[in-house]
């Protein structure tokens, strides 16, 4: 038996079917519903929460929202109006089936309200609305339709594509969504003003209107209107708050940065002259996250750490390290830790190609007042020490201080620091002048490699590299064939520095033919702009095996890939900031390698026409005075050779071929004492061991002292006969 205080709450619920039933024949017969049918306020939350919670047990795809807020605005459109027309009711109708789940009910009651009827008189409700709010004035005649009643149509075309997101049907969706955007902003083209309809929810429907209409075309796959869609969220006054501003600006960031495609120029027509324009992805991107950063810092928004990481990453495609350095150091104080603030801006120093400024805020971080165990740091420290010969000696310092830090950790870590150690080890030794020393620094290398391609199983390709090349400077040639064979696996033959490796080993092996015929498979699987020192290289082969006009060919035909290379470069083709013109220095190296070849068949006027050319690339070059010093050699004419030689050596003090041949000149001459003259070979041997022409010029002036020193010219000669039979082509480097 039902009980009596049960009663009340069931003739509640009846009353309120009642005017549902109202509501459904007046949507069946197309007519309006009166004033006094309309549902109370009450009785229509009652009628919410009952039919709530008999649809608990539904799967719904779309999360079920309360809203009283809505229910409440549909009846301020009723009491506005007097009736509720047929688009209002299946407006709230259809909001009641989509908070319950029923998003297919939803979409067919959404479906029947009639946008293209409607749209001319919300735009009219919304455009007077403005009008009034800019004029003060509420003299003009009334709007066909109450704000209110704007609002609940806009909220049901806004679930109307949520619906039909929710089915899959992502392209309607996005259509739908955007009619919202587009009858606001043609009914309101200056922009909505500061609390325009604030009275209901017409700004709340619109932000997340904007929100998600990009989300929908990026489902849609339609990338272009996507990215339009999120410009023109930015770029129209819509009233958003600065929360949704910044959250728009962000995901439109990232979407530029790893959509994978290229959009077209914004047309920002609005803009004042001189101001920035973004030209592609990448610089709209970066533009995007530094306004964030500057709302960050004038206290606007909230910080996010991730905008700093997509900030890096779009900075280091485009090269703007510096200015990546430029805004961790102006961001606010106590944003990011003093360790991770410095080991950044090593980062961009480094990545910018200024070590040394690199190196001293990583001693500061590693001081004793900072933290000297700090293991990215000591890591970071002996990569750049290992690339400069002056600081080698520190960076087996700091690789051994991370190897102490690294004690039972992880071993790929471990791998890495000896990995470095035997790179600052290897550097170290060829500036060592004690023989003994120079053996032990070497050996010490390789054993570092060795245990760094342990510990990483001969799976990493820079470490099993640098043990291919250490091996080839040992002329353990066997052991460096090895590695080159297994890098080129590692890398699935994508590697051109691995094919030159593998040929220059194999030239010092005195298997020339394979050498080239590695270099032209290299080449057939190179692209034509990646082709030019394995161009160089095949040359070279080719000279060392007596074949010299096939050598000219080649050179020829580098030259020409290298004009064309560079004319592309002059009419716009773009490259990473600070690269300057690609392959500028292998275009210089390639006319002074010509002009050696017409030297060595004594055509003197094409040797001189290919160092003009090279002139006009960089007037101060070493290799261009040696081998005008050696024009003037072959021609007998040695004080303008030793004038010559002198030049190149002003300019580059290290430039080995020049420290010899002016010695040879000097000592032809008999200008110096031999001491002058051994001196000059000895400083190339200190920069250069195993050069096998300052040992053999360095046996003649021994031998030139007579028996007293005819041990040393003996002993001269056996290491320049030795490292001839496996000298390469080119350097090993």
């Given at each position: 038996m039902r009980s009596k205080k049960n009663r009340p709450k069931e003739r509640g619920r009846v009353g309120i079917s009642r005017r549902m039933e109202n509501i459904m024949n007046c949507l069946c017969s197309g007519g309006q519903l009166r004033a006094d049918q309309m549902v109370p306020s009450s009785e229509i939350l009652a009628a919410n929460d009952y039919l709530q919670s008999s649809s608990s047990s539904r799967a719904a795809d779309v999360e079920p929202r309360q809203d009283t807020g809505n229910i409440e605005e549909a009846e301020s459109s009723l009491r506005e109006s007097g009736c509720l027309n047929y688009e209002e009711a299946r407006a709230l109708l259809g909001r009641y089936e989509y908070q319950k789940g029923n998003i297919e009910a939803a979409l067919h009651v959404f479906e029947g309200i009639n946008i293209a009827a409607v749209a001319?008189?919300?735009?009219?409700?919304?455009?007077?609305?403005?009008?009034?709010?800019?004029?003060?004035?509420?003299?003009?005649?009334?709007?066909?339709?109450?704000?209110?009643?704007?609002?609940?149509?806009?909220?049901?075309?806004f679930l109307k594509a949520k619906s039909l997101q929710g089915l899959g049907r992502f392209k309607e969706a996005a259509q739908s969504c955007n009619i919202i955007l587009d009858i606001v902003e043609s009914s309101l083209p200056e922009g909505l003003h500061v609390n325009f309809g604030s009275d209901c929810k017409l700004q709340e429907t619109l932000n997340k209107a904007i929100e998600l209409l990009p989300e929908l075309w990026k489902l849609a796959d339609s990338p272009h209107e996507a990215i339009l869609s999120y410009r023109r969220a930015l770029l129209h006054p819509w009233n958003l708050d600065a929360e949704t501003n910044a959250k728009i600006q962000k995901e439109f960031a990232v979407y530029l940065l790893y959509s994978g495609g290229e959009a077209s120029p914004p047309e920002l027509r609005s803009q004042m002259d001189g101001s920035f324009v973004p030209r592609n992805n990448i610089e709209e991107a970066i533009l995007l996250l530094i306004i964030l950063l500057r709302k960050f810092s004038l206290e606007k928004i909230e910080w996010d750490p991730s905008i700093l990481d997509h900030l890096s990453y779009a900075l280091s495609l485009s090269g703007g390290l510096r200015a990546l350095a430029n805004q961790v150091e102006g961001l606010l104080p106590g944003i990011m830790n003093r360790e991770e603030r410095y080991y950044t801006l090593v980062l961009c120093y480094y990545g910018d190609g200024d070590s040394l400024n690199a190196l001293n805020l990583l001693k500061k971080l590693l001081s004793k007042r900072e933290n000297p165990k700090h293991l990215p740091a000591l890591l970071m420290a002996s990569k750049i020490c290992g690339e400069n010969p002056n600081f080698a000696e520190d960076g087996i310092s700091y690789a051994r201080r991370a190897l102490e830090s690294l004690q039972g950790g992880c071993a790929e870590m471990r791998g890495v620091a000896n990995y470095l150690l035997g790179i600052s080890l290897s550097v170290h030794?060829?500036?060592?002048?004690?023989?003994s020393e120079r053996v032990q620094r070497q050996d010490e290398a390789l054993h570092a490699l060795e245990t760094a391609g342990r510990m990483m199983k001969v799976r990493d390709p820079n470490v099993v590299y640098h043990l291919s090349i250490e091996n080839a400077e040992q002329r353990k040639l066997d052991a460096a064939l090895y590695y080159a064979n297994h890098f080129i696996k590692l890398e699935g033959g994508s590697s051109v520095k691995g094919w030159l490796l593998l040929a220059r080993i194999l030239s010092a092996k005195k298997r020339l033919k394979d050498a080239e015929t590695i270099i032209n498979a290299a080449i057939d699987q190179t692209g034509k702009w990646d082709q030019g020192q394995l161009l160089r290289t095949k040359a070279k082969l080719q000279i060392a095996r007596g074949r010299l006009k096939q050598a000219i060919k080649t050179y020829t035909h580098l030259l020409a890939i290298l004009q064309v290379q560079r004319k592309s470069f002059g009419s716009g083709m773009k490259f990473l900031k600070g690269s300057g013109y690609p392959d500028k220095s292998l275009e210089l190296d390639t006319w002074h390698d010509l002009a050696y070849v017409y030297i060595s068949l004594s055509q003197w006027h094409d040797a001189e026409i290919c160092l003009s050319k090279s002139r006009s690339i960089s007037p101060y070059s070493a290799a261009r005075y040696h081998a005008m010093g050696l024009i003037y050699q072959k021609q007998s004419l040695n004080k303008e050779a030793l004038k010559a030689f002198a030049n190149a050596v002003d300019i580059e003090p290290t430039h080995i071929p020049s420290l010899i041949s002016m010695a040879v000149v000097l000592r032809h001459l008999g200008l110096q004492s031999d001491a002058v003259v051994k001196s000059l070979l000895t400083q190339a041997l200190c920069l250069d061991r195993m050069n096998p022409s300052a040992w053999f010029n360095l046996g003649l002036v021994y031998k030139h002292n007579g028996a007293a020193s005819s041990q040393e010219a003996a002993e001269c000669f056996q290491a320049a006969a030795r490292l001839e039979e496996s000298t390469p082509v080119e350097p090993f480097r």
């Open positions: 001319p008189k919300m735009k009219l409700t919304l455009a007077k609305k403005g009008e009034r709010r800019r004029r003060r004035s509420q003299s003009d005649a009334a709007p066909p339709m109450s704000i209110h009643a704007v609002s609940l149509i806009l909220e049901a075309i030794s060829r500036s060592v002048v004690a023989d």
